[in-house]
């Protein structure tokens, strides 16, 4: 089955540095992957996803690159504001199922 | 109505227990997900429906049980629950298949006692 690896497992920023958080996926039949947020206690919420036959996608201060000959996936925020302190989960999805990495707790300091 | 709802919202039950999580979306999706959350780890996918049938059971226990009554609901029947069955309980829904965007409910936090 698919096995998505996310790294880091924490990251701490200044306001206004960027954030970047990588994942690797095994399954080369995989060819969504989308990006969720979660505060504590909260649900997770889409950030922004990617298809397999795009190689980046971009929203305001946050960006996703997708390399599928090396099957790595990556998160771009800029500008980081303390409210985007959460849990981030990446994950990578076929016909079949979403598996999600194990995520990254981001907090930005103010 | 772009959202999908839980309830409860916390559940406390003992082990002999019967209860049901209730999920209600009204967004037209047809396909419908329940997943089991533990506390610093990521949603685990446990049942998928496509079009109000059992698509996907990812080897769960059978003292989980889902059914789908119709389009816009799903239910997980719980019974005889064991203290490790304890998590945040989420539902979500897409469009049609799993790799349409998932929108996720708020959870059910349930404590087996």
């Known amino acids: 089955g698919e096995n998505v690896e996310q790294h880091p497992s924490t990251l701490s920023v200044q306001e206004g540095d960027s954030a970047v958080i990588k994942c690797t996926y095994s399954?080369?039949?995989?060819?969504?992957f989308p990006w969720y947020k979660q505060e504590l206690g909260k649900r997770p919420q889409l950030i922004i996803d990617?298809?397999?036959?795009?190689g980046e996608k971009k929203d305001q201060r946050i960006a996703v690159t997708l390399n599928k000959t090396a099957k790595h996936f990556s998160l771009h925020i800029t500008e980081t504001q303390p409210e985007d302190s959460a849990v981030y989960f990446c994950?990578?999805?076929?016909?079949?199922?979403?598996?999600f990495g194990k995520g990254t707790l981001l907090t930005v300091n103010p | 109505d772009t959202e999908v709802t839980q309830t409860p919202k916390h559940l406390v039950m003992g082990m002999t227990n019967k209860k049901s999580l209730k999920c209600e979306q009204h967004m037209g999706h047809r396909a419908m997900y329940w997943y089991k959350q533990k506390a610093k780890k990521p949603p685990e996918l446990m049942f998928v429906y496509s079009y109000e049938k059992l698509s996907i059971n990812e080897s769960v226990p059978s003292r989980f049980s889902p059914e789908c009554p119709n389009s816009s609901l799903l239910n997980l029947h719980l019974h005889a629950l064991q203290p490790e069955d304890s998590a945040l309980y989420l539902c979500?829904?897409?469009?049609?298949?799993?790799?349409?965007?998932?929108?996720f409910g708020p959870g059910t936090r349930l404590t087996v006692l």
């Open positions: 979500a829904s897409s469009q049609a298949i799993v790799t349409d965007t998932q929108y």
């Open positions: 994950a990578a999805g076929s016909n079949y199922k979403l598996t």
């Open positions: 990617i298809r397999s036959n795009v």
């Open positions: 399954d080369s039949a995989s060819n969504y």
